[in-house]
Nanobody
Framework: QVQLVESGGGLVQAGGSLRLSCAAS????????MGWHRQAPGKQRELVAH???????NYADSAKGRFTISRDNAKNTVYLQMNSLKPEDTAVYYC???????????????WGQGTQVTVSS
């Protein structure tokens, strides 16, 4: 069974920084793209940052210049370094990964349970 476990959320003042981590575990054959989404109260879930297995990266406009996504393939882990945080960054942040489980021929999309990020003004 494959699962994603996030950590690193919390409460921070505006202008501060947080680093989110997401580790994939279980019977994994390979991991393709990994990324981060967020969902603020009353809003739809939106993409924050996305990184392919080859290293191509996409950021939401709101994240460009402030957030950095990275991954450690040896640890099956993706990170999101968030700097210069703003109150509007307050949301539940979800990790997402496209994974081929061991023994399966297809890729499946997995989601973490979410971690709360709250930025106070």
């Amino acid at each position: 069974q494959v699962q994603l476990v996030e950590s690193g959320g919390g409460l921070v003042q505006a202008g501060g920084s947080l680093r989110l981590s997401c580790a994939a575990s279980g019977s994994i054959f390979s991991i393709n793209a990994m990324g981060w989404h967020r969902q603020a109260p009353g809003k739809q879930r939106e993409l924050v940052a996305h990184m392919s297995s080859g290293g191509s990266i996409n950021y939401a406009d709101s994240a460009k210049g402030r957030f950095t996504i990275s991954r450690d393939n040896a640890k099956n882990t993706v990170y999101l370094q968030m700097n210069s945080l703003k109150p509007e960054d307050t949301a539940v942040y979800y990790c997402n990964a496209d994974i081929i489980p061991a023994g399966f021929p297809y890729e499946y999309s997995y989601w973490g349970q979410g971690t709360q990020v709250t930025v106070s003004s």
